[in-house]
């Protein structure tokens, strides 16, 4: 198999960590819901704890979408 293949496949499967970071923003709003609902004086403890989840699953996905951007730019390039 090419190099070019082999990047070309690396830079896809860092394409996942998109699918994974949604279904896990999906699961943790579930979750969250479901706390709130059940104390709903405790939804200020919960709302910032989400956000807390949701600014490292994001930054998660960035650098997802960086190291593939890398794999495709600077290592597609040298190919």
Same mark, same amino acid.
Request: aromatic fraction near 2%.
């Given at each position: 198999m090419s190099?070019? /293949? #082999?990047?070309?496949i %690396?830079?896809?499967?860092? /394409? #996942?960590?998109?699918? %994974?970071?949604?279904?896990?923003?999906g699961m943790a709003t579930s979750h969250a819901?479901?706390?709130?609902?059940?104390?709903?004086e405790a939804s200020g403890k919960v709302n910032?704890?989400?956000?807390i989840g949701f600014v490292m699953m994001e930054t998660v996905a960035i650098y997802g979408l960086l190291v593939s951007i890398l794999l495709i730019f600077v290592l597609g390039g040298r190919a």
């Open positions: 190099t070019i /293949g #082999l990047i070309a %690396g830079a896809g499967l860092y /394409g #996942l960590v998109g699918a %994974g970071v949604a279904i896990g923003m819901m479901d706390a709130i609902a059940r104390q709903p910032s704890s989400l956000m």
